[in-house]
T-cell receptor, first 117, second 115 residues
Framework: AQSVTQLGSHVSVSEGALVLLRCNYSSSVPPYLFWYVQYPNQGLQLLLKYTTGATLVKGINGFEAEFKKSETSFHLTKPSAHMSDAAEYFCAVSVINSGGSNYKLTFGKGTLLTVNP | DTGVSQDPRHKITKRGQNVTFRCDPISEHNRLYWYRQTLGQGPEFLTYFQNEAQLEKSRLLSDRFSAERPKGSFSTLEIQRTEQGDSAMYLC?????????????FGSGTRLTVV
């Protein structure tokens, strides 16, 4: 079974500083990987996803993530934090099951990003 | 495309009462998913439908929970005899068949508080 570990339940950065949110996954087969953002009392919004191909994935709002198979990691970065980036971020993994279908997302526990002025 | 709609946004109920939530997916999406998110945790998979067929139920979905998707359109999630441990955000998502390739779209959720 697949799993996701997000290192750091809370990350605090200054406005304009680099954002780095860590995600490691466990999967016995090639995974599909996702980052979602959740603002208070809202649903989840997809930031970016990795399926196949290029390992550096660019998403919305200036975020990007790099799939590193050797490190089983999919860390999320943004060069310069903005106040509006303050939210909770979830890494998720999906794998193809024995029936050839992938339908279930397994989420990490989330990382709360705080941006200080 | 109006996205995934969930109703109600908030529900406060007394322990022991039954509650029902509704989810309207994106119209062309044939898959619909329910997740539960408790405070400080990521969403956890509950169940999913392909069209009107419920294809998997998590062990988290006790006998008090039932989900339906009549005619493969909207879905309802009912919780009978609610308990305080049922307090959570219930999220609905929808996708095309290859959800991991084309993406899952989540609704804004229904926050349930059992008092």
């Amino acid at each position: 079974a697949q799993s996701v570990t997000q290192l750091g339940s809370h990350v605090s950065v200054s406005e304009g500083a680099l954002v780095l949110l860590r995600c490691n996954y466990s999967s016995s087969v090639p995974p599909y990987l996702f980052w979602y953002v959740q603002y208070p009392n809202q649903g989840l919004q997809l930031l970016l996803k990795y399926t196949t191909g290029a390992t550096l994935v660019k998403g919305i709002n200036g975020f990007e993530a790099e799939f590193k198979k050797s490190e089983t990691s999919f860390h999320l970065t943004k060069p310069s934090a903005h106040m509006s980036d303050a939210a909770e971020y979830f890494c998720a993994v999906s794998v193809i099951n024995s029936g050839g279908s992938n339908y279930k997302l397994t989420f990490g526990k989330g990382t709360l990003l705080t941006v200080n002025p | 495309d109006t996205g995934v709609s969930q109703d109600p946004r908030h529900k406060i109920t007394k322990r022991g009462q039954n509650v029902t939530f509704r989810c309207d997916p994106i119209s062309e999406h044939n898959r619909l998913y329910w997740y539960r998110q408790t405070l400080g945790q990521g969403p956890e998979f509950l169940t999913y439908f392909q069209n009107e067929a419920q294809l998997e139920k998590s062990r988290l979905l006790s006998d008090r929970f039932s989900a339906e998707r009549p005619k493969g359109s909207f879905s309802t999630l009912e919780i009978q005899r609610t308990e305080q441990g049922d307090s959570a955000m219930y999220l609905c998502a929808s996708s095309l068949s290859r959800g991991s390739v084309y993406g899952y779209t989540f609704g804004s959720g229904t926050r349930l508080t059992v008092v």
